[in-house]
């Protein structure tokens, strides 16, 4: 068997990062190095917590979590409880998390593990605002050539925006540290709304979890539900898009997704568009492509992926 693929996930659960990391913990093929919070659907604060209360449904309290940036680094933050609920996470009643919380600061950590191990071979995982990311980069620029590749959720194209109509949340909330990331020559995949938007809860695929006698599949259809209500109403779908998990899908199956290798640039000036992704799809710029942007992925494939997996965890 082939080694693992380590991992560091930074994340801002939130209801759908909560099921990627049950994803990812439920996955041989991943080891989760660790876990970095960042400010983003709710104050880090909250998104720290929650990172520990799933671990612990998952069984996995032996993975370290880490609190990173407070705020992004030029704007301040805006948060998304009318989204997730006021503790970020609202939906499956979780206990308080016993395994602590470590000492040291997510950005340290990040540049520490990236530098200890051999160059290439760590992933990061991006599931929220990419400050954390771009705190590391400025920090210590030398991690840069050593990351093997970041796979992020978000942007958006074809779809527009969810938080404002030419900007998708994760992007919008810190398009600096975005902009930093997408000219830094790291290798990155981007999954934006165009792809996810088609990774739809449906009442069939929840009712899936629910059926599930074990305590990480009962969660998982009480996150989907709460998270799925707003969506549904705003795009007229039966059921929500289902984002951060298809990260560590395509991580696990790059073969359920399509996309293309093109010039991603973020919007930083204009209030209009602030936060834009700019997906150079039809190539008529001449720059540099600098990202694969996915486009689509196989939906049944997703979602039986999710099942399998979660139906695995304790």
């Known amino acids: 068997m082939t080694k693992p693929l380590p991992i560091i996930i930074d994340t ?94 997510a950005v340290d950590y990040i540049i520490d593990t990236l530098m200890a191990r051999e160059a290439g071979t760590v992933t990061l995982a991006t599931l929220g605002p990419l400050t954390n990311i771009a705190l590391a980069l400025v920090q210590e620029p030398r991690i840069a050539p050593r990351i093997k590749q970041i796979v992020a959720m978000g942007g958006g194209y074809f779809e527009g925006g969810n938080v404002t109509p030419a900007a998708e949340f994760n992007i919008y909330v810190d398009p600096q540290a975005a902009r930093m990331v997408f000219e830094s020559g790291i290798p990155i995949t981007l999954i934006p709304l165009d792809c996810t938007h088609q990774a739809l809860t449906t009442a069939k695929r929840v009712a899936a979890f629910r059926a599930m006698n074990n305590r990480s599949g009962q969660a998982t259809a009480a996150l989907l539900d709460f998270f799925e209500r707003f969506d549904e109403q705003k795009y007229g779908t039966d059921g929500g898009p289902l984002h951060d998990p298809c990260v560590i899908a395509w991580l696990l199956k790059p073969e359920l997704f399509q996309g293309r290798h093109v010039n991603v640039a973020i919007e930083c000036e204009s209030e209009l568009t602030m936060g834009m992704t700019v997906v150079d799809w039809w190539r008529v710029t001449g720059r540099a492509p600098n990202a694969t942007v996915i486009r689509s992925l196989d939906a049944d494939g997703f979602f039986t992926l999710l099942t399998e997996r979660i139906g695995k965890l304790p």
Not at 25 to 38: F, K
Not at 55 to 68: F, H, N, Q
Request: glycine share 8%.
């Open 12 to 105: 801002d659960p939130g209801q759908d990062d909560a099921v990627a990391i049950l994803l990812a913990l439920a996955s041989p093929e991943i080891e989760v190095l660790g876990i970095t919070a960042v400010a983003g659907n709710v104050p880090v604060a909250l998104t720290e917590v929650n990172a520990r209360k799933i671990c612990e449904l998952a069984g996995r309290p032996d993975i370290k979590v880490y609190a990173g940036a407070v705020q992004p680094m030029l704007r301040p933050l805006v948060t998304a409880e009318y989204l997730h609920g006021k503790t970020g996470m609202d939906g499956p009643t979780l206990p308080a998390p016993t395994m602590p919380l470590q000492t040291q600061y």
